[in-house]
């Protein structure tokens, strides 16, 4: 669940480091997902404080995060590394979203199926024995994928997080792993045609990964 509330300056703290605050943000985090946002002795949320210019409120008991700042850009950049970690990704990996040009793409399997049912059977074909198909989407697209409750994410660089939705998309509505895979591969021997492949590096297993 997301909130979005835009009060003007009324009802704002001075916030430290950041001039004139006038925009908030809400959403509502996974209670397991809590810890991992605030991190040991708050540093993550420090951290991503600093580098957003946001000020971060955590209300453990409901789930509840409120992102306050005055900058509009550096708002959705916190939102949207809040977000990843809620979805399940490591910080460091959900902080790469305050890059330019990097995003993140949140797929809900159950668009892909009427019966709860078969939410494990998909999260399997994601995932793969051992994690070994998550790697291989991640590796051929460049990008980092993370399984979580109902969902699974995508962050990397636009063009590469797009081709990873379609590959998963792909591969929810039913298709072989070896026809995905191929779909990858093809898209990188064009990418090595025209001179990119630098931008399609091997990804490590640094996502914290729950059911």
Not at 63 to 73: A, P
Not at 112 to 127: C, F, M, Q, S
Not at 149 to 158: F, H, L, N, P, Y
Not at 161 to 174: C, S
């Amino acid at each position: 669940m997301e909130k979005e509330k835009n009060n003007g300056k009324k009802g704002f703290a001075p916030l430290k480091g950041v001039e004139n605050p006038a925009y908030e943000y809400q959403l509502r985090v996974t209670r397991d997902r809590i810890a991992v946002i605030i991190g040991k002795k708050g540093e993550v949320k420090r951290k991503i404080e600093g580098l957003t210019h946001t000020s971060i409120d955590i209300n453990s008991r409901e789930g509840e995060v409120t992102i306050s700042g005055s900058d509009g850009l550096e708002l959705f950049n916190a939102r949207e590394v809040l977000r990843a970690i809620g979805r399940g990704f490591n910080p460091e990996v959900a902080m790469l979203l305050i890059k330019q040009d990097y995003s993140l793409e949140i797929i809900n399997m159950m668009d892909y199926t009427p019966n709860k049912n078969h939410l494990a059977r998909l999260k399997g074909r994601v995932i793969g024995t051992g994690g070994k198909a998550r790697r291989t989407l991640e590796e051929l697209s460049g990008t980092y994928i993370c399984v979580y409750g109902k969902t699974v994410s995508i962050i990397g660089e636009t063009e590469d997080v797009i081709a990873a939705r379609q590959a998963l998309d792909t591969l929810l509505k039913g298709s072989t792993h070896s026809t995905v895979f191929r779909l990858l591969e093809r898209r990188r021997r064009k990418m090595k045609l025209s001179g990119l492949a630098g931008r399609i590096n091997d990804r490590s297993d640094e996502n914290d990964e729950s059911g």
